[in-house]
Nanobody
Framework: VQLVESGGGSAQVGGSLKLACTAS?????MGWFRQAPGKQREGVAV????????TYADSVKGRFTISKDNAKKTLYLQMNSLKPEDTAMYYC???????????????WGQGTQVTVS
């Protein structure tokens, strides 16, 4: 499984960015994780590909929205009301268990940087 992210970049505080991740094959679960310098990787939002079930980290609830386009095998993360603490490398992941724990995911993208200032 190959995952290719896009859409990262710089944004101002309160601004928006949208990330996309295209998978080479369909998987059961996909999600977004992030890792800031000196910190552990954390789950941001995950989604069950076959349904509508989603899970968000408390820190992004109400600001970020995860969605999918099954036909395009693409996962999205709409990030609104961005804060400086959202600055991190964002990774797309795929696996078979709906969880915010990174150990539950087998396949990872290369990451895309998001910087908020």
């Amino acid at each position: 499984v190959q995952l290719v992210e896009s859409g990262g970049g710089s944004a101002q505080v309160g601004g928006s960015l949208k990330l996309a991740c295209t998978a080479s094959v369909r998987t059961k679960c996909m999600g977004w994780f992030r890792q800031a310098p000196g910190k552990q990787r954390e789950g941001v939002a995950v989604l069950w590909i076959g349904g509508a079930t989603t899970t968000y980290a408390d820190s992004v609830k109400g600001r970020f929205t995860i969605s999918k386009d099954n036909a395009k095998k693409t996962l999205y993360l709409q990030m609104n009301s961005l804060k400086p603490e959202d600055t991190a490398m964002y990774y797309c992941a795929a696996g078979s268990t709906l969880s915010l724990a990174s150990r539950s995911y087998t396949y990872w993208g290369q990451g895309t940087q998001v910087t908020v200032s």
